[in-house]
């Protein structure tokens, strides 16, 4: 079962939503201790911890619901009342007792210092403590609130998503949030190699770093295709929008419906194109002004079309054997219920087991580690709100007694 190595380091994080349980999560998947931070039960009718504790489908556990589980898998968890001073004080024992090497957050920039969780005030618990915060905009705006669906409105995503003639569209999965949680990631694992790299060197300490995210930033910074394209229109009409399944700049690169489902067919270049016009079915495809990219794109309407004649008479699996055989990029459009069956996925799924008894499969790592494979892929479940608050403080010199006390004054 699961195993974690205690000479690796450990990370505080005082997180909810996805970003940033997410951004954790990538660290869990290293072995490393990530102890996650909510607030504790207000009591009454109100649910406490992290909102996402009750997202998705339900379980059978109140605060298990299944979209919390996957981010989580493999984490302890505290609550701990940081708007007190107690609480407060607290923070800097645990960061000093658990020799915590990174602190995470993603509440607003303006609540750092209300909190008592801002770098300069924990730096005196460790000196060279690695701080890093997500929010929206980051310190351009620390009292933004954003989250993914409104930040693809903001930064662009919605203007150039969905079929030219509909209504600008949400992608279908909360991209903003996870790019922002893998620069998170990208930035500690960076800032540790630099310290590392001082101590070989043997300069002195960088005192810890500071690090803001802005999921805001992050979004615009894959507009790598598009914003670039802006010194170079000459009217507003030219300005990249919606496009559809039709790549923005390779004809036909598109998505086309075959007897019984749907394949995406890639062409990247000319040698590609003239391939295609070879197969069996797809001869009327070529003509002399089509042998170029430049041409096709000006003939692209037509082209789809003939591309659809040709695949009146494929299967997808028969069409897409014969582009395999041509080395041509082509794929089924999958569900995800497709997906999970693939072996690249289903070998490499995470997987935990419910208090229930039940154990689900999760989702693959992007990595697959000699962490993971020691493991064989299986992680504690996603913790419950305050599950190790006993073994936690007490870890850290509490006495049940004090634990108690704390219980009963909502410190914890």
Not at 272 to 291: A, M, N, P
Request: glycine share 6%; net charge negative.
């Amino acid at each position: 079962m699961y195993k974690s190595n205690s000479k690796k380091p450990t990370i505080l994080s005082l997180e909810q939503a996805l970003a940033l349980p997410y951004a954790t999560q990538r660290f869990v998947q290293l072995g490393w201790r990530v102890i996650r931070i909510e607030l504790p039960s207000a009591g009454g009718e109100s649910k406490s911890g992290d909102p996402n504790r009750y997202i998705g489908e339900d379980t059978g556990i109140e605060d298990l619901h299944s979209y919390y589980i996957a981010p989580n898998i493999g984490k302890e968890a505290i609550t701990l009342n940081l708007k007190s001073k107690q609480g407060q004080a607290l923070l800097k024992t645990l960061i000093k007792e658990l020799h915590v090497d990174i602190f995470m957050c993603n509440t607003l920039p303006k609540r750092y210092k209300q909190l008592g969780i801002d770098f300069e005030t924990l730096k005196g618990a460790n000196p060279n403590l690695i701080w890093c915060g997500i929010s929206a905009f980051g310190l351009d705006n620390p009292n933004g609130a954003g989250y993914d669906p409104a930040l693809q409105a903001f930064t662009g995503f919605m203007h150039l998503t969905g079929d030219p003639e509909s209504e600008p569209m949400l992608c279908g999965l909360p991209i903003i949030d996870l790019k922002a949680g893998d620069e998170a990631y990208s930035q500690v694992l960076l800032a540790l190699w630099e310290e590392k790299s001082k101590l070989n060197n043997e300069e002195k300490p960088i005192g810890g770093k500071e690090i803001f995210i802005s999921m805001a930033q992050c979004a615009a910074s894959w507009l790598i295709t598009a914003l670039p394209q802006l010194q170079f229109v000459k009217n507003e009409a030219e300005i990249f929008t919606r496009s559809g399944n039709e790549h923005r700049s390779f004809v036909p690169s598109n998505c086309y419906p075959t007897k019984d489902g749907h394949v995406y067919l890639a062409i990247g270049n000319d040698l590609q194109w003239d391939k295609l016009t070879k197969i069996s079915g797809f001869e009327h495809l070529y003509k002399v002004e089509r042998i170029n990219n430049q041409s096709r794109s000006n003939d692209k309407e037509n082209i789809y079309a003939d591309i659809r004649k040709g695949l009146q008479n494929y299967t997808a699996n028969e069409f897409i054997e014969v582009c395999k055989s041509q080395n041509l990029a082509v794929a089924p459009v999958n569900t995800t219920l497709d997906v999970s069956k693939l072996d690249l996925v289903s070998k490499n799924m995470m997987k935990t087991t419910l208090p229930n008894g039940k154990e689900i499969s999760l989702f693959p790592a992007p990595i697959t580690t000699d962490f993971l494979k020691e493991n064989d892929f299986k992680f504690t479940c996603a913790p419950r709100l305050g599950e190790n608050n006993n073994s936690i403080y007490t870890e850290v010199g509490c006495t049940v007694s004090q634990i108690e006390e704390l219980i009963l004054n909502k410190i914890i």
